[in-house]
């Protein structure tokens, strides 16, 4: 790159722009044909993957720059999933122990109450 | 810039960037590092939102609202699910597209053009945060609350307005500082090279590019929230 800059033809935009689009449209539709389930999570994560890449690929230029930059600001991003890995054994535990002391729990906390 | 070593590409490249006891980001213009530092620290912010909402809702004994039901709009008659935030979403990527755009044309110095879709892609921001404060409302005056929630469990409200709010409070500021440069590109501060109002630095289009990167991050984070919370 002779410039600092990021120059791309009009074209690559309204690609990804209508790939944005079409994915957007595929997660709603998950919704309003209600699938549920694995199939629905499964559906759910890939479109929201695909499209979070096609912004930081295309749209934030991460594609075209220097791995320095990309590693510097990806890798970290990893400890994202020891952090959401931790809490769900966390939150796991912390239902299944309430689930054992607070069987009557909606009654506990809509004041229906203990006393 | 005049880099007087030949840069290396690939992995070659990212060991001889760090170790070149220089500065490690070679190619890009230092603001636009900086701004990408700090959309990762914005990332690790949002990121413990979402973690906190799925353990509150891995957690909680009360039966969680059904976002579909709860997000549904009466339209011709019948109750669409999620019909505002689908708008939201497509509005937001509308916004993304105008402000990619934008970037392209300021590197074009086409000053006209990147103002008006500055202008655009602002519109749309507002028009975004105008709908969120309108879901807010419709959520409010339904009984939710930040610590209750007549549908279902109370950290639903908790969650919402939360993770909701501190997007919103993104895009307002994004929406602003869209207003910013537009009016920068419109004087010709860049052309100029003038410097801004707290700053000695010289005015430059990359400016609107490190704008970009903000705005697109933006977008981005409504697309977690949108599968997260809305779609989960």
Redesign the interface.
Known sequence: MATEGQEHPISTYFWIWGLLFVLSAFSYMVDYMAFQGYLRWSLILIFMFLKAGLIVAVFMHMMWERWALIYAILVPTLAIGVLIALMALEANYVFGTREMFFTDWRQFFQGGGHH | ?SESVQ?Q???K??VA??SSDQR??????WGK?MM??F??SD??VF??FL?AY??VR??T??EWPNP?EVFALEAFGTPV??LLI?IM??IL??S??T???A??FG??KNRNVTFWLLIITALLGASFVGMQAFEWTKLIQEGVRPWSNPMGA?QFGAAFFMITGFHGTHVTFGVIFLIIIAIKVRRGDFDHERPGFMTGRKGR??MV?TM??YW??V??VW??I??FF???
């Open positions: 810039m840069l590409p690939g992995l490249g990212l960037d760090w490690a980001f070679k190619g890009v213009p590092a990408w530092i959309l990762l990332t690790f990121s413990c973690v799925m353990s891995m957690t004994m009360v579909s699910p999620l689908a979403t497509f990527i509308t993304s597209g402000m990619a755009m970037v392209k590197y074009e109370p289009y990359e590019e970009g990167l697109h991050f977008d981005l697309v977690f949108f599968a809305y779609l989960w």
